[in-house]
């Protein structure tokens, strides 16, 4: 491996990823989670949670770095970030096994091919492609399963759980990069973006029906399909705006479905 001349290095710019909307997907689960079933387990799957996401972005720079055969001056710097907060992550997991209730684990087993996919897209500078993107956001949803199971909720309820953040997550993703591109000046459809919104809207009705997911969640869903039906016939917004405001629908996904549930 080939090493660079060192050169001063903004810690920021490794630590901290700057997905804002990574930060929304990540802590809709834990909020989620704990708002429905508060446990001191709940809380560790919390902090691994965090930390999990954390350590992506470090860790995507080592292995880019790795994968190209070279050493930069931020390789050792990504790869000791990478190492602390995975390690915090294990911390946390420690938490969660002390005192679970049930079976936790299950739902982060099953998130693990999402995580590896992600991780894959990472590696080669592809993070940003809609099917990693979907992937993580997916993966991040099984935290609030596993601190449902951990506080000993039914598994089925706690499946519901992780099935909203999933739509939600689908929804999220298209109706931004929809928006993004049109305040680009890029030419885009509105097809695939309604056609998650309305896959999100049926599936979660359809799991109402059964009892999976509160009947509030599906009206979540339904208002978020309005409002993109209103802001796709405005003017395109700004990056950020369209942030804030997935933001704040994500939160109004959350308080709906523990309020339901």
């Not at 954390?54 to 720079?61: G, S, Y």
């Not at 931020?74 to 907060?85: D, E, K, Q």
């Not at 599936?203 to 599906?218: D, E, I, K, M």
């Not at 009206?219 to 804030?244: E, K, M, N």
């Amino acid at each position: 491996m080939t090493t660079q001349p060192r050169a001063k290095i903004p810690l920021k710019t490794i630590a901290l990823p700057n997905e804002h909307g990574g930060w929304g997907f990540t802590l809709e689960p834990v909020l989620l989670g704990l708002l429905v079933a508060p446990t001191w387990p709940g809380l560790g799957l919390g902090v691994f949670a965090l930390a999990a996401f954390l350590t992506r972005h470090p860790l995507k720079l080592w292995l880019a770095d790795v994968r190209k055969g070279k050493r930069f001056p931020r390789t050792p710097v990504a790869g000791r970030f990478a190492l602390a907060y995975g390690t915090l992550g294990v911390l946390g997991l420690l938490l969660a096994f002390s005192g679970a209730r049930g079976p936790f684990y299950w739902p982060l087993l099953a998130a693990l091919p999402l995580v590896a996919l992600q991780l894959w897209f990472d590696a080669h500078n592809q993070g940003r492609n809609l099917l990693p993107e979907v992937s993580g956001a997916t993966a991040m949803g099984s935290i609030a399963a596993a601190i449902a199971l951990a506080a000993g909720m039914e598994p089925r309820m706690a499946l519901g759980l992780w099935l909203v953040l999933a739509m939600r997550a689908l929804v999220a993703i298209f109706y931004a990069r929809t928006q993004v591109m049109r305040a680009r000046g890029v030419p885009v459809k509105l097809g695939p973006a309604y056609a998650a919104e309305a896959l999100a809207l049926g599936l979660l009705t359809l799991a109402a029906v059964f009892r999976l997911v509160p009947w509030l969640s599906v009206l979540a869903i339904g208002l978020l399909l309005s409002f993109s039906l209103y802001t796709f016939s405005r003017p395109p917004v700004p990056a950020r705006v369209v942030g804030w405001t997935q933001l704040g629908f994500g939160l109004l996904v959350v308080v709906l479905t523990a309020l339901g549930v």
